[in-house]
């Protein structure tokens, strides 16, 4: 007969053992040798737990030769050829580096060609080992950009995020976005065995467009919107800019480079936006991550219109306006959730 006498420190350890969430073969294998401690034999514990008597048997002389080490199962058949694993790890990072997209059969049969044959299922064990994910690709300009001119604006910008913060000045980023009849299909909740799908509807000559501005500086964010039911003219942009609430100091706007921006009626009138307060900064060609409305506009255009259709141009107007309203309503309660003391 085995005895398992245990101490009381290493008792009151497996006894909080059982507390946790174990597998079902740890948890069998800890009640096995807290039963032999109080004084249970090997054949006993085996019929209590549903075992073979020569299972409890090993289970304890284990625990006696490894101690806490034994509850867990010891891994059968050969060991992990972990070489063989780093050089296939190494293959997945250089393919996955290259400048194109890839499933995981093209990634099983780039492997073959390497002399590594793995099927898609086993790649995707190995992809998940990576900590890779299968992920939505996204569009970027930024190779066309010019390095330094972006890193000298990102000094500029720095420097009127710094006073804007210190109350100094108001910094608005601006720009304008599209919204087609039927916008970009994403996720949705669904019923099991449904898949919600969006009517579409053919853009021409149906698309509205918004102007906007995003002030995240300041004792609260401010989020400002006006759609259009036709194409924006200069005049509308120096409108909307001379429509900027008024502040104690300068009024710095962000904006690209976009055609609507740099037209000569609107270099025509930026002296007299100065006397008014209105500075225009513009960001180098290619930079859009500069311009801090763009995140913004992803998430009216994504996330805050719950209807995806629009048979008329009104209606695609009005859900623009309410999306552009919800997400402000959004800012708002956030600052308010940032400033309110804690209890």
């Not at 225009?280 to 763009?294: K, M, V």
Request: aromatic share 8%; hydrophobic share 40%.
């Amino acid at each position: 007969m085995i005895r398992i006498q245990l101490d009381s420190a290493t008792r009151d350890e497996l006894q909080g053992m059982r507390r946790e969430d174990l597998p079902a073969k740890v948890r069998d294998r800890l009640e096995m040798v807290l039963l032999a401690d109080a004084g249970w034999s090997a054949a006993r514990i085996a019929g209590h737990l549903g075992y073979h008597y020569r299972t409890a048997l090993d289970v304890l002389n284990d625990f006696r030769e490894r101690g806490r080490d034994a509850l867990v199962p010891r891994r059968r058949g050969p060991a992990p050829d972990a070489a063989r694993r780093a050089h296939v790890a190494g293959l997945l990072r250089d393919l996955l580096g290259q400048d194109r997209t890839w499933t995981s059969a093209q990634l099983a049969e780039a492997l073959r060609d390497r002399g590594v044959a793995l099927s898609p299922r086993q790649v995707r064990r190995y992809l998940g080992g990576m900590r890779s994910r299968y992920r939505r690709t996204a569009s970027t300009v930024k190779h066309k950009q010019d390095p330094a001119k972006a890193a000298r604006a990102e000094a500029v910008l720095g420097n009127l995020i710094g006073r804007a913060e210190a109350g100094l000045l108001d910094l608005f980023y601006l720009d304008e976005c599209g919204f087609a009849p039927s916008l970009p299909t994403g996720y949705s909740w669904s019923l099991p065995g449904q898949r919600k799908r969006v009517r579409y509807e053919y853009p021409q000559g149906r698309r509205v467009n918004v102007l906007a501005t995003y002030r995240p500086f300041g004792d609260a964010p401010r989020l400002a919107a006006v759609a259009f039911e036709r194409t924006l003219t200069s005049d509308d942009l120096l409108a909307y800019l001379r429509s900027l609430p008024a502040a104690r100091g300068p009024r710095v706007v962000v904006l690209d480079n976009a055609s609507l921006h740099v037209s000569k009626v609107v270099k025509a009138q930026r002296k007299e936006l100065a006397r008014r307060g209105i500075f225009l900064y513009y960001l180098p060609a290619y930079s859009p991550e500069l311009n801090r409305i763009e995140p913004v506009f992803k998430q009216v255009k994504h996330h805050e219109i719950p209807r995806r259709s629009h048979t008329s141009k009104a209606e695609l107007r009005v859900s623009a306006e309410n999306g552009f309203e919800s997400y402000g309503r959004k800012l708002d309660a956030r600052t308010v959730e940032k400033l309110r003391p804690a209890a």
